[in-house]
């Protein structure tokens, strides 16, 4: 039997996490604007961008939901 694994939208793990937006929008050298666009549609973000947040967020890439359902 497969186990189930829960996903989690990027914007509540930043939330859990308690960190700025602006300092993970400077970890991924974009404007804070341009990372609110990219939670809205985390599709968008880059192979470097994930990896970037992946470490600063403490979390495996298969705990992220990158659909867009969520937002």
């Known amino acids: ?13 930043i939330e859990k996490k308690g960190i700025k937006k602006t300092f993970i ?11 609110s666009r990219k939670l809205k549609k985390p599709s968008t973000f880059t192979a470097m961008q994930i990896d970037i947040l992946i470490d600063i967020l403490g979390v495996s890439i298969d705990k992220i939901d990158f659909c867009t359902k969520n937002f």
């Open 25 to 35: 929008a400077r970890k991924l050298n974009i404007e804070p604007a341009t990372l």
């Open 1 to 13: 039997m497969l186990a189930t694994v829960y996903k989690e939208s990027i914007s509540s793990l």
